[in-house]
């Protein structure tokens, strides 16, 4: 009787099984991504990006969560639309392919072409720009990235992102054992 409840509820099955799996894994993977500071932003980014495209290589994107928690998946799906792959956008990848500083790109502020990671963790050679913001006085065209890019691109998908499958994974935890109480 319980399972058909849970079944019902749309929190038992396989495929429900395998995609609570997946944002699981996605949770614990983002909670190994350390503070993107300084150069870190960089390791940072391409570990959020490795996450969320291993992740999008095994999730279906059907909400295996009750529904009142159908609003937070959709969020979580969003933030991986646009912290996942895109053949012109920052990460690169192919499904399948793991990310690295080859295949993820910055760029194109500032007057700054685009180039992969691999590039820009080299490049040491001063900004100079003739539109220079004061605060970019004497740093290199890596830090510049790094602090007007890469940094606030990561803060704003990997805290979020944590907390939505924190709140996920918990919500169905809690549903489980709520079921298994009657």
């Known amino acids: 009787m319980v399972k058909q409840m849970l079944r019902e509820a749309g929190i038992l099955g396989e495929e429900s099984k395998n995609e609570v799996k997946a944002v699981k894994e996605l949770q614990e993977a ?10 870190q932003a960089y390791y940072s980014a391409i570990e959020l990006f490795d996450a969320v495209s291993k ?6 994107g059907k909400n295996p ?3 009142r928690f159908a ?6 799906q969003s933030h991986t639309r646009n912290a996942g792959r895109s053949e012109y956008g920052i990460n690169r990848t192919k499904a399948g392919e793991r990310v ?3 295949n993820t790109y910055w760029g194109d502020i500032y007057g ?11 490049a040491n050679s001063k900004f100079a720009h003739p539109g220079l913001k004061k605060e970019f006085e004497g740093i290199t065209i890596k830090d510049v990235i790094a602090q007007d890019q890469v940094r606030p ?14 709140d996920l994974v918990e919500s169905r935890t809690k549903d489980i054992d709520k079921y298994y109480e009657k």
């Open 65 to 67: 969560f009750p529904k």
């Open 100 to 102: 690295d500083g080859s």
């Open 55 to 60: 992740y999008q290589d095994v999730t279906t």
């Open 112 to 122: 700054i072409w685009t180039f992969n990671t691999n590039h820009f963790l080299t």
């Open 30 to 39: 983002l909670e190994k991504i350390k503070e993107p500071k300084g150069e």
């Open 71 to 76: 609003e937070q998946y959709a969020l979580l």
């Open 153 to 166: 691109f990561v803060k704003s998908h990997l805290d979020p992102m944590k907390e939505l499958t924190k």
